[in-house]
């Protein structure tokens, strides 16, 4: 009987062992850290890693994302992945009027600020602080910047530089008050009201008018001087070919005067001489010298 009782009481030690260990033992994800707290021993000073940690049943854990995460701020639901979501796009003022902003936010805690932070803000964790805190500190401070825009430079023509300028602005603030960095603030989307999409509608097509005004008269000119040229060029290729037209006369009727002066040069007294004798023979002709007349007996 005794030995039975003693075996019973093993047992239930061992199982209590088994309980005390299980909830002992505490798991930091990979890109988080821990802060642990204790009622001994309050908030301890060092954080921990990833793995698994023995931190004592009564011991609270709190992690912080220190690998990037990504907040949403649109009223998009597949910007979530999801089929319904809360809308939390930023209604932005700027110059000329408000703007609707979808955003992501890229962000991470910094692990040597984690421990104040579960002070500052009475036990909470990452996530907890983000929700509750950071996220609508983001959208006021998005606010702040954007006035310095234009609602043409946030909607197309500058966007990257209000991304920029919104990034730099939360690491400003949110680095000394949340211990968070900011990777980057990038805009996916911005959207008008119907009165003010009409407006910059009208702006756009006015632009793009002036611009196709601009390239037809460029155009024009452009033709007007391509005629110029042709013109010139039919002109100047009419003018050498009637210069060339009387160079071959004149190189002809030079020719032809060298040629009667090389005749005329030829011809001499013999000769015609001979070509009188020639056609007598030829023709039969009669000449008569002195008082006799001499006949041309060549058969005809």
């Not at 500052?120 to 954007?146: C, H, L, P």
């Amino acid at each position: 009987m005794k030995g039975k009782f003693i075996a019973i009481l093993v047992a239930i030690i061992a199982v209590l062992g088994g309980l005390y260990t299980v909830i002992s033992i505490t798991r930091v994800g990979q890109g988080e850290v821990g802060v642990v707290y204790t009622m001994k021993d309050g908030v301890q000073e060092e954080v921990l890693v990833p793995g698994f940690h023995f931190v004592g049943p009564t011991a609270k854990v709190k992690t912080f994302p220190i690998s990037q995460q990504q907040l949403v701020l649109s009223n998009n639901p597949a910007d979530y992945n999801a089929e319904e979501h809360q809308d939390w796009h930023v209604d932005a003022p700027a110059d000329g009027g408000m703007v609707k902003m979808n955003l992501t936010i890229n962000y991470n805690f910094m692990s040597d600020r984690v421990v104040d932070l579960y002070t500052k803000f009475n036990g909470m964790d990452g996530e907890a602080i983000v929700e509750g805190m950071v996220q609508n500190s983001i959208i006021a401070y998005i606010k702040e910047v954007t006035p310095q825009f234009s609602v043409m430079d946030i909607y197309s023509s500058k966007r990257s530089e209000v991304s920029q300028a919104i990034t730099e602005y939360l690491n400003k603030k949110l680095n000394s008050e949340y211990g968070i960095n900011i990777a980057s603030a990038l805009i996916i989307d911005v959207q008008l009201d119907e009165t003010l999409q009409a407006k910059i509608q009208a702006k756009e097509q006015a632009k793009q008018d002036a611009e196709k005004a601009e390239l037809d008269k460029q155009t024009a000119q452009a033709q007007a001087e391509v005629e110029k040229v042709n013109a010139e060029t039919a002109k100047q290729i009419a003018i050498t070919k009637a210069e060339g037209s009387a160079e071959v006369q004149k190189i002809k009727a030079e020719a032809e005067a060298k040629a009667n002066q090389i005749i005329s040069q030829s011809i001499t007294p013999e000769l015609i001489q001979m070509k009188e004798a020639e056609a007598r023979l030829k023709h039969g002709w009669v000449t008569v010298q002195g008082g006799t007349v001499v006949t041309d007996n060549t058969e005809k």
